[in-house]
Nanobody, 120 residues
Framework: QVRLEESGGGLVQPGGSLKLSCIVSGGDFGRKVMGWYRQAPGEERDLVASIGPQGGTYYRDLMKGRVTISRDDAKNTVYLQMNALDTGDTGVYYC??????????????WGQGTQVTVTS
């Protein structure tokens, strides 16, 4: 059974930073593409960034330049460092395990999400 558990969300002021973590059990983590998605209130869930099993990264324009995705295969964990946050970044952030080659399509698993609220 595959389980993804996010943490690190919370309340932050504009301009602040947060680092999200996602610990994965099961699912052969080291061979899978991992990703972070954001779902703002009333909007669809959008890809923020993904990282492949060899460490190659992809960033959507959504938060490009303000986030860094990384992974630690020894800890079965993927991270999302977020900087220069603004109110538009408020939402639920989800961790996703994709296939061995892609974050979209094919078998995948989601975490339960972690809330990030940016407010003064």
């Amino acid at each position: 059974q595959v389980r993804l558990e996010e943490s690190g969300g919370g309340l932050v002021q504009p301009g602040g930073s947060l680092k999200l973590s996602c610990i994965v059990s099961g699912g052969d983590f080291g061979r899978k593409v991992m990703g972070w998605y954001r779902q703002a209130p009333g909007e669809e869930r959008d890809l923020v960034a993904s990282i492949g099993p060899q460490g190659g990264t992809y960033y959507r324009d959504l938060m490009k330049g303000r986030v860094t995705i990384s992974r630690d295969d020894a800890k079965n964990t993927v991270y999302l460092q977020m900087n220069a946050l603004d109110t538009g970044d408020t939402g639920v952030y989800y961790c996703k395990m994709g296939s061995t080659t892609s974050i979209v399509g094919g078998p995948h698993y989601w975490g339960q999400g972690t809330q990030v609220t940016v407010t003064s």
